[in-house]
């Protein structure tokens, strides 16, 4: 295991359509984020969990945001009727939960397309 | 409210030495990251601090200042591959990262 991987790298959709991406975080890495980063902008926190259970949830994720961790190792997040506003790279991160420094490590991203 | 302010953009010379302030104000305070990101790609962490001083590293050095709501990256000797978005980061009471804008760096022959 070499990093976090995110599935897939790019995705182009048409308004209206629902996409769902994966990440798979770091073995053993206990947190897990998700991040949306638009074009020279820093990453906006979108939500985060700890094992399998969803433990924050920003204000920018509306209800047509959805995310899950099911065994608490990878973790989906799915967008439905998607809207132009969407597009944006979906980054996803994972840390140990030792505490203290704790290094949130990224994957390459997803990087969405709403046409 | 929570604010991360940094420049957003800077050029500077290799070689030389460049510093990238970065001002916040959040509700809650545990650790403030750097990472840097090249176009298209991830970013990577770079130096922490959650005490006042100076965290050394190789090139890069970063200091904070938690009375002032204030830290730097610095880069010495720098590189071509230098160039890159430097991203300012706080971890508040909750374990989330709340990033800058970030700073584009262009390093210059």
């Known amino acids: 295991d070499t990093g976090v991987s995110q599935d897939p790298r790019h995705k182009i959709t048409k308004r209206g359509q629902n996409v769902t991406f994966r990440c798979d975080p770091i073995s053993e890495h206990n947190r897990l984020y998700w991040y949306r980063q638009t074009l020279g902008q820093g990453p906006e926190f979108l939500t985060y969990f700890q094992n399998e259970a969803q433990l924050e949830k920003s204000r920018l994720l509306s209800d047509r945001f959805s995310a899950e961790r099911p065994k608490g190792s990878f973790s989906t997040l799915e967008i439905q009727r998607t809207e132009q506003g969407d597009s944006a790279m979906y980054l996803c991160a994972s840390s140990s939960g030792a505490g203290g420094m704790e290094e949130q490590f990224f994957g390459p991203g997803t990087r969405l397309t709403v046409l | 409210g929570q604010n991360i302010d940094q420049p957003t953009e800077m050029t500077a010379t290799e070689g030389a030495i460049v510093q990238i302030n970065c001002t916040y104000q959040?509700?809650?305070?545990?650790?403030l990251f750097w990472y840097q990101q090249h176009a298209g790609e991830a970013p990577t962490f770079l130096s922490y601090?959650?005490?006042?001083g100076l965290e050394e590293k190789g090139r890069f050095s970063s200091f904070l200042s938690r009375s002032k709501g204030y830290s730097y990256l610095l880069l010495k000797e720098l590189q071509m591959k230098d160039s890159a978005s430097y991203l300012c980061?706080?971890?508040?009471?909750?374990?989330?990262?709340?990033f800058g804008t970030g700073t584009l760096l262009a390093v210059q022959p």
């Open positions: 980061a706080v971890r508040g009471a909750t374990n989330k990262l709340i």
């Open positions: 601090n959650v005490l006042d």
């Open positions: 959040t509700s809650g305070f545990n650790g």
